[in-house]
T-cell receptor
Framework: DTAVSQTPKYLVTQMGNDKSIKCEQN?????MYWYKQDSKKFLKIMFS???????INETVPNRFSPKSPDKAHLNLHINSLELGDSAVYFCASSLGTVSNEQYFGPGTRLTVT | QKEVEQDPGPLSVPEGAIVSLNCTYS??????FMWYRQYSRKGPELLMY????GNKEDGRFTAQVDKSSKYISLFIRDSQPSDSATYLCAMIKRGAQKLVFGQGTRLTINP
């Protein structure tokens, strides 16, 4: 059983389009995260939700909007995609908000052309 | 200057060698230190977790924290080709909710 799953795994789209990435965890965790990993492997947090409540919102363009319908799901919607949005997006989850031990999904490789 | 600095490598060593991976950090408020391993095209997975200064050993892996020097290390003994991956250090301040990652060091173990 996959602990943290993401769909799709690959996403190729054109500039200006709107796209969504979905994440689900079956670990019973109550905190979920979105990270962006750039081409240099630098992993940076974007958002964090605890029990459907937004607790971390880094300096991210407001074209990015997370949504947590329940504590097992955290989706990321991106409007008006730009070339610079090309990266690998990882979802993660942890038990509690002190996030020492996070479990990551397999990533979604987004390419904007 | 980034809060956490890590040499991205790449680092290439022969099988069986002892590997040393390191990170430095600038903020003395960091209290918890982690090492994540990331295989190619996969998500990071937690390898080791230490609190404050000292050593922690788990099989062939040893994590070391020197808070006075703001320096953490991960040692891999008897390295195997299956250890080839990117290793990311991460740390968090007490009571904080955000992990701060290093850039990751790409390691290749040659058979």
């Amino acid at each position: 059983d996959t602990a943290v799953s993401q769909t799709p795994k690959y996403l190729v789209t054109q500039m200006g389009n709107d796209k969504s990435i979905k994440c689900e965890q079956n670990l019973g965790h109550d905190t979920m995260y979105w990270y962006k990993q750039d081409s240099k492997k630098f992993l940076k947090i974007m958002f964090s939700y605890n029990n459907k409540e937004l607790i971390i919102n880094e300096t991210v363009p407001n074209r990015f909007s997370p949504k947590s319908p329940d504590k097992a799901h955290l989706n990321l919607h991106i409007n008006s995609l730009e070339l610079g949005d090309s990266a690998v997006y990882f979802c993660a989850s942890s038990l509690g908000t002190v996030s020492n031990e996070q479990y990551f999904g397999p990533g979604t490789r987004l390419t904007v052309t | 200057q980034k809060e956490v600095e890590q040499d991205p490598g790449p680092l290439s060593v022969p099988e069986g060698a002892i590997v040393s991976l390191n990170c430095t950090y600038s903020n003395s408020a960091f209290q918890y230190f982690m090492w994540y391993r990331q295989y190619s095209r996969k998500g990071p997975e937690l390898l080791m977790y230490t609190y404050s200064s000292g050593n922690k050993e788990d099989g062939r892996f040893t994590a070391q924290v020197d808070k006075s020097s703001k320096y953490i290390s991960l040692f891999i003994r008897d390295s195997q080709p299956s250890d080839s991956a990117t290793y990311l250090c991460a740390m968090i301040k007490r009571g904080a909710q955000k992990l701060v990652f290093g850039q990751g060091t790409r390691l290749t173990i040659n058979p």
